[in-house]
């Protein structure tokens, strides 16, 4: 009988799910604590040119034990330059992810997130809730070369507190991930929206970046995302970075 294949979650680089547009398809082991946060700058250029700010990007997940884990993600403070200038709280989020199984090779499983609407009405809440639902997985081309996906489905409000308004899109991406020397590891992916507003077109782009872990416990990272094409008269992208810190086993 050939032998059970190694955990593919068992290294802290599996577990982090940012700083990419993908989900990672590992759970949290049972009584584990994994704290991610972040900033972004989000700068939009063209007509109504505008800098986004958000920070810290919290995402507090919990290993509730048999492969699921319960997501927190925290209100992060916003930025918005521009005329008028705002700062506000965004809306938070609440979820679970089950780590379905995995081989050899293949790792796979679901989560999905609950939107509070709890954030500055009309400038960064969705005002309403709302749910995304994902597939994840990821696949190990060689012992250097891995490949990761999502699969998602959102539905989420986009209108404002005096005239509410429902949207849903599909949300895929699919990246490369390369291990490096020293623990360091860099990315490439692509990902779309369906749609990104009652009424509106989809979207498409691209992300790339890098993790280094320190250590068991620590981990830091650093991404660039851009959107292609034009929307609305605006061309958007965004650089970001963070770390993530695992408390437990």
């Given at each position: 009988?050939?032998?059970?294949?190694?955990?593919?979650?068992a290294?802290?680089?599996?577990?982090?799910?940012?700083?990419?547009?993908?989900?990672?398809?590992?759970?949290?082991?049972?009584?584990?604590l994994?704290?991610?946060?972040?900033?972004?700058?989000?700068?939009?250029?063209?007509?109504?040119?505008?800098?986004?700010?958000?920070?810290?990007?919290?995402?507090?997940?919990?290993?509730?034990?048999?492969?699921?884990?319960?997501?927190?993600?925290?209100?992060?403070?916003?930025?918005?330059?521009?005329?008028?200038?705002?700062?506000?709280?965004?809306?938070?989020?609440?979820?679970?992810?089950?780590?379905?199984?995995?081989?050899?090779?293949?790792?796979?499983?679901?989560?999905a997130?609950?939107?509070?609407?709890?954030?500055?009405?009309?400038?960064?809440?969705?005002?309403?809730?709302?749910?995304?639902?994902?597939?994840?997985?990821?696949?190990?081309?060689?012992?250097?070369?891995?490949?990761?996906?999502?699969?998602?489905?959102?539905?989420?409000?986009?209108?404002?507190?005096?005239?509410?308004?429902?949207?849903?899109?599909?949300?895929?991406?699919?990246?490369?991930?390369?291990?490096?020397?020293?623990?360091f590891?860099?990315?490439?992916?692509?990902?779309?929206?369906?749609?990104?507003?009652?009424?509106?077109?989809?979207?498409?782009?691209?992300?790339?970046g890098?993790?280094?872990?320190?250590?068991?416990?620590?981990?830091?990272?650093?991404?660039?995302?851009?959107?292609?094409?034009?929307?609305?008269?605006?061309?958007?992208?965004?650089?970001?970075f963070?770390?993530?810190?695992?408390?437990?086993?």
């Amino acid at each position: 009988m050939p032998p059970a294949p190694s955990d593919p979650c068992a290294a802290l680089s599996s577990l982090v799910s940012r700083p990419t547009f993908s989900t990672a398809a590992c759970a949290v082991k049972k009584g584990d604590l994994l704290l991610e946060s972040g900033y972004t700058n989000l700068t939009s250029s063209g007509v109504g040119a505008s800098s986004s700010i958000t920070f810290p990007q919290g995402n507090l997940r919990v290993g509730l034990g048999r492969n699921v884990e319960f997501d927190l993600n925290p209100q992060s403070v916003g930025y918005l330059s521009g005329s008028p200038r705002q700062v506000g709280i965004t809306d938070g989020s609440i979820g679970l992810k089950y780590e379905i199984g995995y081989s050899s090779r293949l790792l796979y499983g679901v989560n999905a997130l609950y939107t509070l609407p709890v954030g500055s009405a009309n400038v960064f809440s969705e005002n309403g809730d709302g749910v995304l639902a994902n597939l994840n997985g990821a696949f190990v081309v060689s012992p250097n070369v891995g490949l990761f996906a999502s699969v998602g489905y959102n539905a989420q409000n986009a209108g404002s507190i005096a005239a509410p308004a429902r949207y849903h899109d599909f949300q895929p991406s699919l990246g490369v991930s390369i291990s490096l020397p020293v623990n360091f590891n860099v990315f490439l992916e692509g990902f779309g929206v369906s749609s990104t507003g009652a009424g509106l077109s989809g979207r498409y782009g691209y992300d790339t970046g890098f993790q280094k872990d320190i250590g068991s416990r620590l981990q830091v990272d650093f991404n660039y995302f851009n959107y292609l094409g034009v929307q609305n008269g605006k061309h958007q992208h965004a650089i970001g970075f963070g770390a993530a810190y695992l408390i437990g086993s």
